[in-house]
């Protein structure tokens, strides 16, 4: 199981070392995602995008994350 941030030079030594390896990103960079993503889709000063960051945060923190998709999906 390989822990990075995202970064794309990571998953591909990750990859290159272990390419059968579990690739996860870290919870804060994952967090700081979701909060990212409602801002682009929402707009930065959106309150809806604040209470979706919000919610999608909560979600994934508890391991949600089929639900996360399934919201982005609709």
Do not use: C, N
């Amino acid at each position: 199981m390989i822990i990075g941030d995202g970064a794309k030079w990571i998953w591909a030594l990750a990859y290159e070392l272990f390419p059968h390896g579990i690739q996860i990103v870290d919870l804060y960079h994952a967090l700081e995602t979701v909060s990212t993503v409602a801002k682009k889709i929402f707009g930065i000063e959106s309150k809806e995008g604040d209470q979706k960051a919000q919610s999608w945060r909560e979600l994934l923190e508890r391991g949600a994350i089929d639900e996360i998709i399934g919201a982005l999906t609709l």
